[in-house]
């Protein structure tokens, strides 16, 4: 099969692999849309030490299950793998299992290529009328579905049910979905880049800003610079939330003593429980989270190409998604 293989830093290579092997319990499923993700770019560009070359990247797919009872089912597909068995899985929160594995980190191959081979619970199943293109989002979405249920379960109910969401990106852009999709009406994205604001306002219908002025009883940082820390714990309101999922910076930005004298809730968020990511699923095939066509599409052939103009910041889509087919 053929896939896009992450060589060492800025460096990708479309070649022939071994074809996916399915593991009892798994299904071999033909990749048709796989997405390019932030944590992808940083592996690409050597700041992931858990994703060390040669390997696929690449884990925000839908594709077809091939053979088997589900042959010819329409999936899109849970990248993380759990045990089950710990207490962490068994309350419904799979994504802090001590031995979870996610595509596209060793010792699970990603899905920049033809086929991948998953188990039977990490699939929903996609309908008729849903685009597989649009089915891929689920994975980001589900992100910041997470981040913004765990915001809003942690907002004293005094609280405005107000938002900042910090970061224009695909995560920063599907919070501000999912804010809007769980009833919060006034949310704002602050993005500095001119073309990826003009486009959250005029395709993705969003309300956005270059910076910050104001104050806000939620902030999501979908970016994790420390400049974006330090942004938030500005401007966010006297017992408010800061949910954080942006992994762009390890450290900085962080005001404890603000955090401690006006009693603001700091989460850090990571990934989804099985439980969000079916939900998210639910949300994008009945429209709750809108039209879902502000996507970039292009060929699995070219994504090297898609990867070097990310890095340039040359692209204002807020997401990339490739087709191993195309």
């Not at 996610?102 to 619970?121: K, L, N």
């Not at 004293?156 to 809007?180: N, T």
């Not at 009945?286 to 692209?315: M, N």
């Amino acid at each position: 099969m053929k896939a896009l293989v992450y060589d060492g830093v800025e460096t990708l290579g479309y070649r022939d692999v071994p074809d996916a092997v399915p593991l009892p319990g798994e299904h071999l499923i033909k990749v048709a849309a796989v997405g390019i993700c932030g944590s992808d770019m940083h592996a690409y560009l050597g700041h992931d030490a858990r994703r060390p070359a040669p390997l696929i990247l690449g884990h925000e797919a839908a594709g077809v299950i091939q053979g088997g009872p589900r042959d010819g089912a329409r999936v899109t597909v849970n990248p993380l793998v759990t045990c089950m068995a710990c207490p962490a899985c068994l309350g419904g929160r799979e994504n802090l299992c001590p031995d979870r594995q996610i595509i596209s980190m060793q010792p699970r191959e990603g899905a920049f290529a033809q086929y991948i081979a998953m188990p039977d619970r990490n699939l929903v199943e996609v309908p008729q009328d849903v685009p597989l293109t649009k089915a891929s989002l689920a994975e980001p979405l589900a992100v910041s579905w997470h981040t913004v249920r765990l915001a809003l379960e942690a907002l004293h109910p005094s609280m405005d049910r107000r938002a900042l969401v910090l970061g224009g990106g695909a995560i920063g852009l599907a919070a501000a979905l999912a804010l809007r999709a769980m009833g919060l009406d006034d949310v704002t994205i602050a993005e500095p880049n001119e073309a990826r604001r003009a486009l959250l306002i005029e395709t993705c219908g969003q309300s956005a800003v270059a910076s910050v002025t104001d104050t806000y009883p939620m902030i999501i940082d979908a970016v994790g610079y420390a400049a974006t820390r330090a942004t938030a714990s500005k401007n966010v309101q006297p017992g408010g939330v800061i949910a954080h999922v942006g992994l762009g910076q390890d450290d900085g930005g962080v005001d404890v003593r603000r955090y401690t004298l006006q009693e603001v809730t700091f989460i850090g968020t990571y990934t989804y429980t099985a439980q969000d990511f079916r939900d998210t699923a639910a949300a994008i095939f009945d429209g709750r989270l809108g039209p879902l066509d502000w996507t970039d599409h292009r060929s699995l052939a070219d994504g090297a190409e898609a990867f070097k103009q990310l890095r340039a910041g040359a692209v204002a889509a807020p997401k990339i998604i490739l087709d191993p087919w195309a």
